[in-house]
Nanobody, 123 residues
Framework: QVQLVESGGGSVQAGGSLRLSCAAS????????MGWFRQAPGKAREGVVI??????TYANSVKGRFSISKDNAKNTLYLQMDNLKPEDTAMYYC??????????????????WGQGTQVTVSS
């Protein structure tokens, strides 16, 4: 049984930083496609960063501010978020294991999802 558990969300002021974690069980983060998505109230879930097939791709809105990493020993995926902006406010989800039926930015493409962690950035 695959479980993805996010943590690390919180409330920060604009310009601040947070590091999100996604601890995986029943799934190996080191050799798999994984990514971070987010969903703001009233908006569709959108991809933030995808690490897949040896490539890391960031959404334009977070380039230069967010960074994805993995700790293989802990089987955990991270998202370092710096210089946060109010528009980054959203529920953040990690996703894993592509179905290979759509682009890597599509929500339906991923088999497994965490429960989400809330990030709130105030101005």
């Amino acid at each position: 049984q695959v479980q993805l558990v996010e943590s690390g969300g919180g409330s920060v002021q604009a310009g601040g930083s947070l590091r999100l974690s996604c601890a995986a069980s029943g799934y190996t983060v080191s050799s798999s496609c994984m990514g971070w998505f987010r969903q703001a109230p009233g908006k569709a879930r959108e991809g933030v960063v995808i690490d897949c097939d040896g490539r890391t791709t960031y959404a334009n809105s977070v380039k230069g501010r967010f960074s994805i990493s993995k700790d293989n020993a802990k089987n955990t995926l991270y998202l370092q978020m710096d210089n946060l902006k109010p528009e980054d406010t959203a529920m953040y989800y990690c996703a894993a294991d592509r179905r290979r039926i759509a682009t890597m930015w599509e929500v339906l493409e991923y088999k497994y999802w965490g429960q989400g962690t809330q990030v709130t950035v105030s101005s």
